[in-house]
Every structure is written in structure tokens, then in C-alpha cells.
């Protein structure tokens, strides 16, 4: 469970930096915009070494799962555009993917 809650923040402080970049590159904003960003993307990196793994890849490749999906989130919250079906079954099966990594017997 606190991996997950690791994962979910990590997701969201990167997907935040990223934006931050995009919408000084592709949507004209002040490039102030990229202090939060940097900020926020520094956050995303301590809040991965967080996550209790003996090996970053490994949390990493489990993170990536949690990362698509509130990525799809953000579209809709963020962005006002509605994930799709197709969407919403990448997201689960990389959701999948993610439990089976973070779930497994080692």
C-alpha cells in the first residue's frame, strides 16, 4: 500500500514537471513556468527512492504501470479530454502488469 501511495505521488510530481515544460514550449506560458517544473521533477525522483525495492528497475518498471494511468487522469482532469475505451484498457493492463511485479513471491 505505501508503494502505491509512493507511486501514485511520484506520478503525479513528474506528470506536473513534464506539464510544466510543455506548456512553456508548446503553449506559450512564461518560462517561470519551468521552476515549478524542475522542482517538481526533482520531487518525482526522491519520492521513487522511496519506495521500499532492492533494485530500481524493478520499482521502476512497477512505477510505469501507476504512471500511465494517471497520466490518463490528467488528460481528463487537467486537460478536459475524456480517456477512451482503448485508454482505459492500456492503462488497466499496465496496471496488471505493475500488480504482478509488485505482488510477486521473491
Known sequence: MKSLLLFS???LAEIAGCF???AWWRLDKSILWLVPGMISLA???WLLTQVDSAFAGRA???Y???YIAASLLWLWLAEGMRPDRFDLAGATLALVGAG??????R
Not at 504482478?100 to 513471491?105: S, T
Open 9 to 11: 505521488a511520484a506520478a
Open 20 to 22: 510544466a515544460f510543455w
Open 43 to 45: 520531487l518525482f525522483g
Open 60 to 62: 521502476y518498471a512497477a
Open 64 to 66: 510505469g504501470g501507476v
Open 100 to 105: 504482478v511485479i509488485l505482488a510477486a513471491p
